[in-house]
């Protein structure tokens, strides 16, 4: 019962807010084979207070969309483990940022989708299926045996400095701390001077659909941070709507 008044909560937290309309922006997307020119399409309406959609617009790679800060830059990633949208305040060096122990620091919204088709996708959705999922451990465990792994390449507990907001079977939202190891900092985003809010959704196999893992990162100015709900809710919102 208190996982779903939380629900309810974070979905009618907007319950007086105004269908506004967002601007459209589309993001080329790089990866293993060509780059893929950015998507067209229409501006988009998002439920909020008029005053915030005015900060907002609408950002879509091939394969991840979210709401982001007006006037920031965007390049999708795509691979064999899944795709990703990074928005950020300046255009991403990828190369930079992505080799070696470099990542992002500064302020970024990041959509990541996690396919469990093949290995290293599976892995990495294990990690988090681990941590705060603890229904999906008979998936973590078949991950386990099918490359041999050690019981100490998974970690069957939330990070100690993460708090989560809300946990249900197949929804985690939460918030890592400054300068802290969580679901937040994890990967290509790194620790910094401000929290990362975000959420993880899993989407279990069904009948003609793979399983797969979208997070949501959100890591916004002090200015900016009463944008993080309204971007967050319009991610669980959509990604509701295309699990029907």
């Not at 506004?20 to 439920?47: H, I, K, L, N, Y």
């Not at 999708?76 to 795709?83: K, M, N, R």
Request: glycine share 8%.
């Amino acid at each position: 019962m208190r996982n779903r008044a939380a629900v309810l909560i974070l979905f009618t937290s907007g319950l007086f807010a105004q269908t506004v309309r967002v601007p459209f922006v589309g993001c080329a997307s790089d990866g293993q084979a060509e780059r893929r020119p950015a998507p067209r399409g229409a501006d988009e309406f998002v439920e909020t207070e008029s005053r915030l959609a005015k900060s907002l617009a609408y950002y879509r790679s091939e394969g991840n969309a979210a709401l982001g800060p007006l006037g920031w830059s965007c390049i999708g990633l795509y691979g064999s483990s899944g795709t990703d949208l990074y928005i950020t305040p300046d255009p991403l060096d990828v190369n930079q940022v992505f080799s070696g122990d470099h990542g992002i620091t500064g302020p970024v919204v990041q959509v990541e989708t996690i396919m469990t088709e093949n290995g290293s996708g599976r892995h990495d959705a294990a990690q988090i299926l681990a941590r705060v999922f603890p229904k999906q451990r008979a998936f973590v465990q078949s991950v386990r045996d099918l490359f041999d792994l050690p019981p100490t390449e998974f970690n069957f507990s939330p990070y100690p400095a993460d708090r989560l907001i809300l946990q249900t079977e197949n929804l985690v939202q939460f918030q890592t701390p400054p300068h802290a190891e969580g679901l937040g900092s994890m990967w290509r985003i790194k620790a910094s001077g401000d929290p990362i809010d975000g959420v993880a959704i899993w989407h279990g196999p069904a009948p003609h659909r793979l399983a797969t893992l979208a997070i949501l990162r959100v890591r916004l100015p002090p200015e900016q941070r009463d944008l993080a709900p309204v971007i967050i809710k319009d991610l669980l919102i959509r990604q509701s709507n295309n699990s029907r």
